[in-house]
């Protein structure tokens, strides 16, 4: 039995000062404050020294990071999760883009082969499919000779058993509906991306079973007040949840502090779409088969683009992407943190094992300081990073 006291916890949905964990096996099995939690004698205890304790970080889209790109390399997942706990990610969706169906399959076969021996880092929960049924008109960083019509037959085994918890695609490209609808009756979530779905288009879409949207603004048609197009269909649809980027770059942090006040905490998913480049110095990188230059900007952010301009992800990580979230709304840190925890395991059906701390959950724990900078992270129990002191 491990004992966490000595913290502040937020759960995300409340917050319990003085707070007790305990933790047996890799789960909490019992979460209060210290007046109503008695810590068995034998307990091995972590005392929090009154930081903050949250539950850990789940990204659901990373390209890459340690100049490792997942779609060039699928083989590179379980080597690029051993670094993420520094910035507080316990869990992630390692995310192919548009490439030859191939990709897929050697990702699908990296996870079903598991981690190498001794293997410890962020945990991940299955592919995020970024293509390739986009719309050529918003193909973004993809390369468009791998953009493929919408085929039931490309999806066969595009399963949560086998792997695939999330696919983007273009829902009014011809024939796209009923792959939704295949996807989500086998429980995998799909969201509208790299699309030009207008607003009816994207009713459909929502209808057919699409219950997210892919770095709301970026690689869409505008909003327009006569025409909302798929950004407005996605704001306004409370069924839907929306991911965004709040790097500075993808979108100006106004839209990010609209985007806020459409959605609120439970249906806005902040994403980092991280490259090959975080944690790396600026320089040449890949994404999938296409060079990315990546630059530092005049505020001294990494910016990575093609050599055509074009965005092509980013390079930031979850804890700044929690900071900038807070900066660009005044939204408190609780809300900030269910857009990284609570709600995207919700969205994947998940939010009882994690994503928040509650009795039963992994005990996958980030402690913070009140600057919300990582100090400690732990996967189900385990210490999986600390911080080293300066
Ligand atoms: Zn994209």
New binding site residues.
Partial sequence: MLCIQRATLLTPDEQIDDGVLLIDRGRIVAIGDAAHIGVPADAEIIDAGGLIVAPGFIDL?LNGAFGEDFTWAPESIWRVAEGLPRWGVTSFLPTI?TSPLQKVAQAQETLEAGPPSGWRGSIPLGLHC?GPFLNPQKK???NPAYLRAPALEDVAAWRPEQHVRLV?LAPELEGALELVQTLAQRGVVVSA??SMANYEQARAAFAAGVRYG??LF??MPPLEHREPGLPGALLHATEVTVGVIPDGIHVHPAIVALAWAAKGPSRLSVVT?AMAALGMPPGRYQIADHEVFVTEDARGVNVARLASGTLA?SVLSMDEALRRLILYTGCTLGQALATITSTPADLLGIGRERGRLRAGAWADLVFLTPTIEVVRTMIAGVTCYVREES
Avoid: P, V
């Fill in positions: 889209q883009i970024e973004g960083a993809h983007t991306g790299h892919t770095h970026n690689a779409d992800g």
